[in-house]
Structures are given as structure tokens and as C-alpha cells.
């Protein structure tokens, strides 16, 4: 059973919604659409488990997220049933300098639906390889 349409609508959303949060640096937002056991792969720190932890880990890199625009792009989702997995690329782009792309990864959602409400149980983020390498310039002067 391939997943309703509405719950293909409800996911896109809900990733929207994500990024919108993450601008506005709300972590009260952003969390209540993760699940309590919910984990955390950024790709450029150790996983993070359970909503307290990813609170932590996201108010100790709000230097990185401040001032930026976080983009999703060119969203699919498989799943069928309860489980549901987002593919997206994410853009993000400077918003309170001049504008430019400082980050880009591909990010992949696993979500589950549980009491009928869609929520993130996993958040994986694969960092381009090309921004390490821009990093590592940047560093170097």
C-alpha cells in the first residue's frame, strides 16, 4: 500500500515547516515535529538521541544557523503505511549579509505516524563533499 496522497501533502509540509524553524531559530517548533526517541544525524557532529539532546545540540550551533535561509528542494517520499521516508537537498543561503549559498547537503527523513500524527524518527544530513572543501579553503585564508 503505496501512502495517500494527503499524507504526502501532510510530510511535505511538515518539511517545510522544519526549515521555517530552523530560520527562525524556533527549537520549540521545530522539535514538535520529531518524536520523543527521535535521532539526529547532521553529518558534521556525533548523532544526537531524544528531542532534549537535539535541543542541546541545535542551541549550540545556533551561530551556524542564524541569518540563513534553509532551503528544501526536489522532495520525494516513499514509504507506505505508518513509515514514510523523505528524500530532499538542502540549500542553504545567507540571508542577513550578501546573499550566497554557505551550505548544501542531502537529507533523508524517516517518518512515522503514530496517534495519526506524522513525525520526523530519524534526520539524517549528508553534507556535500564539496563544502568541506570550501570550509578547509576558507580556513586556509
Known sequence: MTL?????????????????AVDAQDWDGYLSHFHEDAVMEPGFAPPSTGVD????FL???EGNTKGKRHIASNVFIDGSGAEAVAHSYL??????????????????DTLTRRDGRWKVA????????????????????
Not at 495517500?4 to 501532510?10: G, I, Q, S
Open 122 to 141: 530519524r534526520h539524517q544530513v549528508t553534507v556535500d563533499p564539496g563544502m568541506f572543501k570550501a570550509y578547509e579553503a576558507m580556513q586556509k585564508g
Open 53 to 56: 539532546a537535539i535541543r542541546a
Open 91 to 108: 540549500t542553504v543561503i545567507e540571508r542577513d549579509d550578501i546573499p550566497r549559498v554557505v551550505a548544501t547537503a542531502k537529507i533523508v
Open 4 to 20: 495517500e496522497l494527503a499524507d504526502r501533502l501532510t510530510i511535505h509540509e511538515l518539511i517545510a515547516r522544519l526549515d521555517h
Open 59 to 61: 542551541v549550540a550551533s
